[in-house]
């Protein structure tokens, strides 16, 4: 186990639904991030919580809504989302906002948008 | 200015062979140059990293080849192995600048299949 965990692992979505992604860290990290994977793309990142505070927010549609209550645990809701945004969602976690430290993913939310 | 290039896009070797994956950038205020490894169902993992200061770093099968001049850094993976199978994504931030800058900024990743 890698220490972050991602819920669920699979979601299929209607694209006027709404539903949560949830993940959590058992590593003490004060830091964490989603990312959206794409097939054939680079990771992009979406977020940046830093101690419970979002630091980045990299134009994520508004459809896209983060909720950080606590630094170990992040939630991605989703609302009203394209086919488009199909993809797998991934959570890292880090010591501190910084590259150097290494990010440590979850195993991902495989998203599928219909 | 902010991409990372990384080539080839799939790569097939022959166990006991050498892997090499190549990757540049433009942003001469990179200053960390980490590797990270996805097996299928899992989330990337930091393999090996190297700052600009040195031109090459080892660890164990794994060594960073890094030209600060070309701006290209390179990832040789040597004895090969199938258990090396994975899709391996190079990544670059501006540790210096911090905020922003010092997100990771990934290339687009390069699958490796290792034949037995």
């Known amino acids: 186990e890698t220490g972050v965990t991602q819920t669920p692992r699979h979601l299929v979505m209607g694209m006027t639904n709404k539903k949560s992604l949830k993940c959590e860290q058992h590593?003490?990290?004060?830091?964490m991030y989603w990312y959206k994977q794409s097939a054939k793309k680079p990771l992009e990142l979406m977020f940046v919580?830093?101690?419970?505070?979002?630091?980045e927010n990299n134009s994520v549609p508004s459809r896209f809504s983060p909720e950080c209550p606590n630094s170990s645990h992040l939630f991605l809701h989703l609302h009203t989302l394209q086919p488009e945004d199909s993809a797998l969602y991934l959570c890292?976690?880090?010591?501190?906002?910084?590259?150097?430290?290494?990010?440590?993913f979850g195993s991902g939310t495989r998203l599928t948008v219909v | 200015q902010q991409q990372v290039k990384q080539s080839p896009q799939s790569l097939i070797v022959q166990k006991g062979g050498i892997s090499i994956i190549n990757c540049a950038y433009e942003?001469?205020?990179?200053?960390?140059f980490p590797w990270y490894q996805q097996f299928p169902g899992k989330g990337p993992a930091l393999l090996i990293a190297?700052?600009?200061?040195?031109s090459e770093k080892k660890e164990g099968r794994f060594t960073i080849s890094f030209n600060k001049s070309a701006k290209q850094f390179s990832l040789h993976i040597m004895d090969s192995q199938p258990g090396d199978s994975a899709t391996y994504f190079c990544?670059?931030?501006?540790?210096?600048?911090?905020?922003?800058?010092?997100?990771?900024?990934f290339g687009k990743g390069t699958k490796l299949s290792v034949k037995p």
């Open positions: 890292a976690s880090s010591q501190v906002v910084s590259a150097d430290y290494g990010y440590t």
């Open positions: 590593l003490g990290h004060n830091a």
């Open positions: 919580y830093n101690f419970k505070e979002q630091t």
């Open positions: 942003n001469t205020a990179f200053d960390y």
């Open positions: 190297i700052r600009p200061d040195v």
């Open positions: 990544a670059a931030s501006s540790l210096n600048y911090g905020g922003s800058q010092g997100n990771l900024i």
